[in-house]
């Protein structure tokens, strides 16, 4: 009984510290990925870019990125839950990539392009950058920032599916072989928390493009609709 019951302490420590590691530990770690993320970012703003100007008569055409796996590429900026909260979004949704921050889903639409620009992220370990994903209303501003504009997404609906329900990537969501005629953007994250029994989706649509000026604000950062 006396050696059952050290097991059972043993143990009990054990699944204490896998606890602390995944809900603390790991986000200290993705803390350290997201600054380096954002410092690699910003110098890589920095870089003039090749592409010669538009024609006064023509918009400024949008700086497509082809960013490698884990490379970060877009700030993601959600006023409803905080004008501090801006994690970097990363390409690719493999468990490495996740784990430095919310992830783009490889072949789905760039932010602005016509189709669904589709984003994944943790909701209770690695920094959960989703954790209050389930807090936001329709018509809230969803913004995404690229080297030289905003992309201001209106959340328009949310929805909890199965794990395996991959429709929801598609280029116009749960309707397969549709073609896109807009711009739209889909989060996906484990539902519900502290368990990945189904999958929480939050669906939303391109509002505007907003040019980057100098001293200029995020739009919507201090909270307005």
């Known amino acids: 009984m006396r050696a059952a019951g050290e097991l059972l302490i043993t143990a009990g420590l054990l699944v204490?510290?896998?606890?602390?590691?995944?809900?603390?530990?790991?986000?200290?770690?993705?803390?350290?990925?997201?600054?380096?993320?954002?410092?690699?970012?910003?110098?890589?703003?920095?870089?003039p870019s090749a592409k010669p100007p538009a024609k006064p008569s023509e918009p400024p055409p949008a700086l497509r990125p082809d960013p490698a796996v884990g490379q970060g590429f877009a700030v993601l900026h959600i006023p409803r839950l905080g004008n501090d909260y801006a994690p970097v979004v990363v390409e690719g949704v493999?468990?490495?990539?996740?784990?430095?921050?919310?992830?783009?889903?490889?072949?789905?639409?760039?932010?602005g392009e016509i189709g669904n620009f589709v984003v994944s992220g943790h909701r209770t370990t690695y920094g959960k950058p989703f954790n209050r994903l389930d807090e936001l209303r329709p018509g809230d501003p969803i913004v995404v920032e690229v080297a030289d504009r905003y992309y201001v997404y209106r959340m328009t609906r949310s929805e909890v599916v199965a794990p395996n329900r991959l429709d929801v990537t598609d280029p116009v969501p749960e309707r397969p072989g549709a073609i896109a005629e807009a711009a739209m953007m889909t989060m996906t994250t484990c539902h519900p928390k502290f368990s990945a029994k189904s999958r929480l989706i939050v669906f939303a649509n391109l509002d505007k493009t907003v040019m980057k000026t100098p001293g200029g604000a995020v739009p919507f950062a201090s909270g307005e609709a």
């Open 16 to 47: 204490a510290l896998f606890l602390v590691y995944q809900l603390w530990i790991t986000d200290l770690f993705q803390a350290r990925s997201q600054s380096r993320l954002h410092d690699r970012l910003a110098a890589s703003w920095q870089t």
């Open 94 to 111: 493999g468990e490495p990539q996740l784990e430095e921050g919310p992830g783009h889903y490889p072949g789905t639409a760039m932010p």
